[in-house]
Each structure stands twice: as C-alpha cells, then as structure tokens.
C-alpha cells in the first residue's frame, strides 16, 4: 500500500523554524518528484515547493522563496521542508504528494497522484 507521512509540524512563534518530512512507505520514492502544498483555512491547496526525482530540480511558490528549503534522501526514502522566518501567513495544514512523473517537478495539485494526511504548522505569538 502507498503510503506518505508527514510529520514535524506545531505551534512555533513568528520568526521561527520547523522541519516537516515526508516519508514514504510501500514504495520507493527514488523516481518520484515529490511536492509540499498547504492549505489554510477557507483558501485553495497551494503548492509551495517541489523538488525533482534526482533532487537537480527544484521549485518554490514567491511567497517562501529564500525562507523554506525542499531536500530528499533517497535512502532514506524521505523528503524534508525547511521552513525558517516563520509568518502567521503560513499557517496551514501542510500536505506532500508524489508525482511519478518524477524528472521534473511542478506545484500544480492535478500533477500529483498519491498524498499524505497533512500536517499542522502554526505560527503564533
């Protein structure tokens, strides 16, 4: 059975880090590129990051560029998000995905056939 998990968020104060992995279980995520999307309350899913199967590509929504970094280790079947300079504006459940159409990475929610249950990350004072 395919399985993602996600786990690492919580409630941190503005200006604050956490770590989110994704881990996969049931099959390997070596030729999946793999996306993080969040969604808050009220609002669309949104792709914030995404890397390629390889790992040589890599994507980030405007919003989280220079804060968040998306990084994989294949053998340990694990994919992570950085998430540093934490703003009230990011807090959402926070989902992965696999696309197995892995060379190549995008932040589209139709491109990814497999999800995790998501995660909560909020940021408050």
């Known amino acids: 059975q395919l399985q993602l998990v996600e786990s690492g968020g919580g409630l941190v104060q503005p200006g604050g880090s956490l770590r989110l992995s994704c881990a996969a279980s049931g099959f390997t995520l070596d030729y999946y590129a793999i996306g993080w999307f969040r969604q808050a309350p009220g609002k669309e899913r949104e792709g914030v990051s995404c890397i390629s199967s390889s790992g040589g590509s890599t994507n980030y929504a405007d919003s989280v560029k220079g804060r968040f970094t998306i990084s994989r280790d294949n053998a340990k079947n694990t994919v992570y998000l950085q998430m540093n300079s934490l703003t009230p504006e990011d807090t959402a459940v926070y989902y992965c995905?696999?696309?197995?159409?892995?060379?190549?990475?995008?932040?589209?929610?139709?491109?990814?056939?497999?999800w995790g249950q998501g995660t909560q990350v909020t940021v408050s004072s």
């Open positions: 995905a696999a696309d197995p159409s892995g060379y190549v990475c995008s932040r589209m929610v139709s491109e990814y056939d497999y």
